[in-house]
């Protein structure tokens, strides 16, 4: 990556996960100079694991954290053709879909309710929908009711894909990358993750969040480009490169934030149990991190409190990917114009 001399940027940003990443996109993309500093490697974190599902939340009892997660899925596929087209490199990103095995007659009637929903809330852009299990292939789970819940808002990316194709079109924007440590120029915009939590909980006095270890597979099985799916808590995504990932565990508590363990093989072996044709599939990779969760289980944005000129982009936890992109036009605003369109919940001080 660059070397940080005869470089002047009117923003740095402080982490190489996909926050750090997008928003130093959306800042160069709009003709800030920027600098991305990174300690380790981009991915370090949270963001360079496997599963890389982007889900929307159930199309019922709305609120603020819904509708800034349906914008964001709502913008991605022309976000990540943007970054695709700036930097040369694919993040592997597709609308494909999500399927969910229905347990029960009372689960069919509250999953039906759901539709109207749907029809709603997603502003006709994308549909819920109950469908039999037979319209969905060799992949799909079985059943108790033979039927699933199907619905066309959800996508997939590959983490690591995506990371490398955001690196590359900040680069071709005329950003900088610094992997070890450089001087702070102009505005400083830290999504530094876990780290970054403890950092700022330090500086206020108070725990704004803290960290929750995942662990996940991936599996060499292509799949195509069929719908990810979710049940009893697992999920099951076909990437565009011929795998599978599947994840992942959430565990509060543990020894060592990089090991996989027992948990990880039983995942692997209930992901074979629901769809049998990854049986003999092989493991290609076994992943562990932590993700930072702030307090509201909410990202967390806005200006860092008694830092003028310095802001927060943290606790993308489970959905960052998916919530990156509103993210990054958010802070954008905020960091250039003044502009808070920051949401009720998603507010450093929400954390305190």
Partial sequence: MALATAFQAEVTVRGGGVFGLCCA???ARRGTRVRLIETTRLGAGASGGNVGALAPHVPELWNPKKQFQLESLLMAPAFWAGVAANGGQDAGYAQTGRIQPIADAQAVARAKARTGGAVTLWQGKAVWR???????????????????????????????????????????????????????????????????????????????????????????YDAGPVPQIFADGLLIVPQADGTVAIGSTSERYYADPTS???QLDDLISRARALCPVLGDAPV???????????????????????????????????????????????MADLVLHGEDTIPDGFRVADNL
């Fill in 130 to 220: 109950v469908a039999p299990v037979e319209e969905f292939g060799v992949l799909a789970p079985a059943s108790p009711t033979g039927l699933l819940v199907h619905d066309t808002l959800s996508a997939r990316a590959n983490p690591r894909r995506a990371l490398a194709a955001l690196a590359a079109a900040l680069v071709a924007l005329g950003g900088q990358i610094v992997i070890g440590d450089a001087a702070d120029q102009g505005a400083v915009i830290w999504a530094a993750g876990v780290q970054g939590l403890a950092t700022l909980g330090a500086g206020l006095g108070c725990m704004v969040g803290g960290g929750v270890k995942g662990q996940s597979a991936l599996l060499a």
């Fill in 260 to 262: 996989t363990d027992a």
């Fill in 25 to 27: 996109y959306e800042l």
């Fill in 284 to 330: 290609l990779d076994r992943w562990a991190g932590v993700r930072p969760r702030a307090k509201t289980r909410a990202p967390m944005l806005g200006a860092w409190p008694g830092r003028p000129g310095h802001f927060i982009v943290n606790g993308g936890f489970k959905i960052g990917f998916g919530m990156a992109p509103k993210v990054a036009v958010t």
